[in-house]
C-alpha cells in the first residue's frame, strides 16, 4: 500500500495548480519582465474572487444539505456539488491566490509594512476555514456531520467579515 496521493485526491489537484500557476507566473515574467506584476496582480484578484466564491457558497450548501434526510437523492446531489466546489474551483483558487500573493507582496517590497503584517493574518485564518470546510465536505461525504443548519448558517458569515477586513487593509493600508 502507498501513502502517494492518488490523480483524484485534492492534495493532488492542489499540487498541480500550484506547478501550473508557478510555471504560468514564471511565463509571464519571461515574457513581459517589468510588465508581469499587474498581471499578475490581476490573476491573483481573479483568484481570489474565485476562492471567496466558493467559500461563501460551500457553507451555504451546508445550511441546505443539513436540513435534508442521510441517504436522500437530494443528500447525494449535495455531496457532489459540494465535492466539485471544493476540489474543481476552491481550493485551487485558494493555491493560486497564495502563490501569486506572496509573489506581489515580495515584490513589491511590502514585506515589512504592518497593514500586510494584518491582512496575512486574516488570510491564515482564511484558509484555515478553508481547512474547516473541506473536512466538513469529507464528514457530509461521509454521512458524519453532526452539525446542524443554523452553525452553517453562522459559518457562512465568517468568510465576509474576513474579506471586509482584508481588502480595507489592502487598499486604505491603515498603519
Given at each position: 500500500?502507498?501513502d502517494?496521493?492518488?490523480a ?38 481573479i ?47 485558494m493555491?493560486?491566490?497564495w ?17 500586510l ?20 465536505t ?26 471586509i ?11
Open positions: 500500500m502507498t502517494a496521493p492518488d483524484s485526491s485534492p492534495a493532488r489537484r492542489a499540487g498541480i495548480s500550484l506547478v501550473v500557476t508557478a510555471a504560468a507566473a514564471l511565463l509571464l515574467i519571461g515574457l513581459l519582465g517589468n510588465g508581469a506584476y499587474l498581471w499578475i496582480k490581476a490573476f491573483h484578484v483568484a481570489v474572487i474565485a476562492w471567496m466564491s466558493g467559500m461563501l457558497y460551500l457553507p451555504r450548501l451546508f445550511v441546505y444539505h443539513a436540513e435534508v434526510p442521510v441517504g436522500s437523492p437530494q443528500s447525494e446531489t449535495f455531496k457532489v456539488m459540494e465535492a466539485r466546489l471544493l476540489n474543481i474551483i476552491t481550493t485551487p483558487a493555491v493560486v491566490t502563490v501569486l500573493g506572496l509573489w506581489l507582496a515580495w515584490q513589491s517590497g511590502f514585506w515589512m509594512a504592518p497593514w503584517h494584518a491582512k496575512f493574518a486574516l488570510v491564515l485564518v482564511l484558509s484555515g476555514l478553508h481547512g474547516y470546510l473541506s473536512a466538513a469529507r464528514a457530509f461525504r461521509e454521512d458524519r456531520n453532526t452539525k446542524p443548519a443554523r452553525h452553517w448558517r453562522i459559518i457562512n458569515e465568517v468568510p465576509t467579515v474576513l474579506m477586513g482584508i481588502v480595507i487593509l489592502v487598499i486604505v493600508k491603515p498603519f
